[in-house]
T-cell receptor, first 115, second 111 residues
Framework: DAGVIQSPRHEVTEMGQEVTLRCKPI?????LFWYRQTMMRGLELLIY????????DSGMPEDRFSAKMPNASFSTLKIQPSEPRDSAVYFC?????????????FGPGTRLTVL | GENVEQHPSTLSVQEGDSAVIKCTYS??????FPWYKQELGKGPQLIID?????GEKKDQRIAVTLNKTAKHFSLHITETQPEDSAVYFCAASKQGQNFVFGPGTRLSVLP
C-alpha cells in the first residue's frame, strides 16, 4: 500500500490567494483527519470525516478554511483567502475506525508558506 | 473535551541509556493511546499503541504502560540509539476518533 498521499508537498503563495491541499487516504480506511502543525501550537486537529461525512470541524480556525470529502478516496482542504499566519505544515491522516484496528496513519504533509 | 499533557518537552540521554516520556489525559472515556515518532521533514509515524484493557505493551526496545486510574501513560525506550533522536508525540482517542495529541518531546540521543 502506498500509504496516505498528500499533494503538493510544498506550496508557496501570496496573501489573499486561494490554496487547495489534497489527500488520498489509505484504501479501505473510513476516517480521515486534517491536522495543522506549527512550532507554537503543535499538532492541531482541524476536522475529521467518517464515511465521507464531516463529524467534527470545531478545530477549523475560521470561515476561510473549508474541507470536503466527495468520496472515500479523496479529500481537500481549502484556504480562501490565505494569510501569512496560515503558514504551517498540514497533515492528512486516515484510519479504519470502529474496529479493533484504529491506528492512525499520517501522510508526509504539505508545507504551506503564505507570503 | 480531552486534554493531553506531555513531559518533558526536551530530553537528552547518552546512547545506551533509557528514555522515559510521560503523558496524562483528562477524559476517562479515552480508550486508545498511540505514540508517534516524527523525524525532521516527515509526518508522525506510529511506533506503539495501547488500549485501555491492557496495562503494558512491549515491542523490542519500546514499551508503553498505562494507568487508567491515574489517567497517565508512559513511553519507555531502552538501549537508546542515535536514530531514536526525534520528536515523540502521545495521543488519546475514543473509539479511534477525536484524537488529541500531546505537545511533543524532543529526544536527543548523544553518541
Amino acid at each position: 500500500d502506498a500509504g496516505v498521499i498528500q499533494s503538493p508537498r510544498h506550496e508557496v503563495t501570496e496573501m489573499g490567494q486561494e490554496v487547495t491541499l489534497r489527500c488520498k487516504p489509505i484504501s479501505g480506511h473510513n476516517s480521515l483527519f486534517w491536522y495543522r502543525q506549527t512550532m507554537m501550537r503543535g499538532l492541531e486537529l482541524l476536522i475529521y470525516f467518517n464515511n465521507n461525512v464531516p463529524i467534527d470541524d470545531s478545530g477549523m480556525p475560521e470561515d476561510r478554511f473549508s474541507a470536503k470529502m466527495p468520496n472515500a478516496s479523496f479529500s481537500t482542504l481549502k484556504i480562501q483567502p490565505s494569510e501569512p499566519r496560515d503558514s504551517a505544515v498540514y497533515f492528512c491522516a486516515s484510519t479504519q475506525s470502529g474496529t479493533r484496528t484504529d491506528t492512525q496513519y499520517f501522510g508526509p504533509g504539505t508545507r504551506l508558506t503564505v507570503l | 473535551g480531552e486534554n493531553v499533557e506531555q513531559h518533558p518537552s526536551t530530553l537528552s540521554v547518552q546512547e545506551g541509556d533509557s528514555a522515559v516520556i510521560k503523558c496524562t489525559y483528562s477524559d476517562s472515556a479515552s480508550n486508545y493511546f498511540p505514540w508517534y515518532k516524527q523525524e525532521l521533514g516527515k509526518g508522525p509515524q506510529l511506533i506503539i499503541d495501547i488500549r485501555s484493557n491492557v496495562g503494558e505493551k512491549k515491542d523490542q526496545r519500546i514499551a508503553v504502560t498505562l494507568n487508567k486510574t491515574a489517567k497517565h501513560f508512559s513511553l519507555h525506550i531502552t538501549e537508546t540509539q542515535p536514530e531514536d533522536s526525534a520528536v515523540y508525540f502521545c495521543a488519546a482517542s475514543k473509539q479511534g476518533q477525536n484524537f488529541v495529541f500531546g505537545p511533543g518531546t524532543r529526544l536527543s540521543v548523544l553518541p
